[in-house]
């Protein structure tokens, strides 16, 4: 790194601190994108003279917004409501909605900063942007979940639209809440529109979204692993979380060969040592999207596994890793005992799951590794393709999508070889993926003037 370049990322980040306080993870995840891009700045004069990195980390708009709503018992509750407006360089705002008790406005920018990126590697026409909400849907009735999405869209259904702002799910936003905010925007706009994506198969959703996530990541995997001669036959998996990207990730490393030995929650872990299989993956979707329980019940059900409660799966010994919950779930010490255990490979499935120290020791030992937004990009690709589908009045059969998907996730990992090989021939997927997105969006935001 040259002294130019450390000496605007340290200038960069004090002020990005200073005007942003008590947003860690916003400042982790600008950093990250920083030390990708400053050789970019310095390479090309004029983005530095057009600041286009100061305006890229000031969101066009920032909503905060009350949502009440009566729960079961007849006590009224309040919550904050968030939508964070990035980016709409490239297309409009586009970005799920997360529904967690951790939801706050740190959160709600690293990932819509995070998505900006994301979306333009998808090569789709998409902005920037996330949303959510301090609810905790754990525990609540469906009917409290559906009086809450409600409130929450009264408001939010004057900032989005078909051509403006396209929310999706994320954490604690499945296909339950998508149908209950969707038919709140339809009676108070009275419009049947394209404007949530993740939508039922029969009201306007495409196929494979549910799916889409979880396998791209495996899609993007198989390429990572093929820059090494290798693949997903006869792998062990690791996989965290147990939800949306979780699960299609374990089935699909499960198709292509792997063994897939590990499940979480916020609890703790299933091992598995006998792998996943299409009946127990069954019972993991009854389990977690209908009954909502927890993953321990898993190793009540199948008496060979064991439940560690409290605990990470990075201790288990695997080739493979998935992390698939949450940011910032694999620190230091994990990632040094999947170094310790012969993992080759972490691609991640979460957004910014990986801690900084982690990520250091990872691409240290020259172990695959892929950053989120290139990653798990499969999700928001196939809700672009949602969006055209709704267009267009048309519907895509899964083989299409699938193809497309395929195609996409290709396109991304070209990308990332394209601007992240180092000159040892290893391939920095980070510094690739932020490259690649960051140069997108500058050369559109330079076109439009300073707007
Ligand atoms: P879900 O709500 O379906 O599942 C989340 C899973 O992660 C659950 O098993 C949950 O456990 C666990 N989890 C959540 N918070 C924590 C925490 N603080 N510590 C430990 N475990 C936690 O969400 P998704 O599968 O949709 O999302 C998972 C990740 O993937 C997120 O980072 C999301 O931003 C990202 N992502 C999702 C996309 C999508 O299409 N859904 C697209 C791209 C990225 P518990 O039940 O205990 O809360």
Redesign the pocket.
């Known amino acids: 790194m040259s002294r130019f370049t450390e000496k605007y990322i340290s200038g960069f980040m004090s002020g990005l601190q200073a005007r942003n306080p008590g947003e860690p993870e916003f400042h982790q995840a600008v950093k990250e994108v920083l030390t990708s891009v400053a050789p970019c700045l310095e390479a090309y004069p004029y983005l530095l003279d057009g600041k286009i990195m100061e305006r890229m980390v000031e969101p066009e708009r920032v909503i905060i917004f009350r949502v009440p709503w009566m729960d079961d018992s007849g006590e009224i509750q309040i919550n904050r409501g968030f939508r964070v407006q990035m980016n709409s360089a490239i297309g409009p705002y586009k970005g ?1 909605i ?1 529904f ?1 008790p ?1 939801v706050n406005l740190s959160i709600m920018k690293f ?1 819509a900063f995070e998505q900006t990126f994301k979306n333009a590697l998808t090569t789709l026409p998409m902005g920037g942007a996330k949303g959510g909400s301090d609810f905790n849907p ?1 525990g609540k009735s469906d009917a409290e979940v559906m009086r809450f999405c409600q409130s929450f869209m009264t408001e939010l259904q004057r900032h989005i639209g078909q051509d403006t702002d396209v929310p ?5 936003v ?1 296909g339950r809440e998508i149908g209950y905010l969707f038919g709140q925007y339809k009676r108070l706009r009275d419009e049947f529109s394209g404007t949530l994506t993740g939508k039922g198969f029969a009201w306007g959703g495409s196929s494979l979204r549910p799916e ?2 979880g396998f791209g990541v495996c899609y993007f995997a198989q390429q990572m692993l093929a820059t090494r001669g290798e693949s997903f036959e006869g792998k062990t998996v690791v996989v965290s ?6 699960q299609y990730a374990a089935a699909k490393a499960m198709r292509l060969g792997a063994k897939v030995v590990t499940l ?4 703790g872990f299933i091992f598995d040592p006998d792998g996943l299989d299409e009946e127990k993956f069954a019972y993991v979707q009854q389990l977690k999207n209908v009954a909502r329980g927890r993953i321990k019940e898993y190793a009540a059900k199948y008496p060979a596994s064991t439940y560690y409660p409290g605990e990470r799966p990075w201790g288990i010994k695997c080739d493979i890793a998935l992390p ?4 910032n ?1 694999l620190d230091a010490e994990g990632a040094q005992k999947l170094v310790d255990n012969g993992c080759i490979c972490v691609t991640e ?3 910014m ?1 990986t801690t900084p120290e982690a990520i250091a020791i990872i691409q240290g030992a020259k172990l695959l590794y892929s950053p ?1 937004k290139a990653s ?1 990009a499969g ?2 690709a196939v809700s672009g393709l949602e969006m055209t589908q709704n267009s267009i009045r048309q519907k895509w059969t899964p083989e299409e999508v699938d193809a497309q998907l395929h195609r996409i996730m290709t396109d991304i990992h070209e990308a990332c070889i394209k601007y992240g090989t180092e000159e040892d021939g290893y391939v920095n997927y980070v510094k690739g993926a932020n490259t690649a997105g960051f140069l997108k969006v500058a050369g559109a935001m330079m076109d439009q003037g300073l707007v």
């Open positions: 799920g997360r967690h951790s990932l754990r999706a799910g994320d954490i604690g499945g889409a996530t979380g147990a939800g949306n990207v979780a979480s929650d916020s609890d698939c919950a949450t940011q779930e499935g979460a957004n799951p989120g798990n999700g928001v």
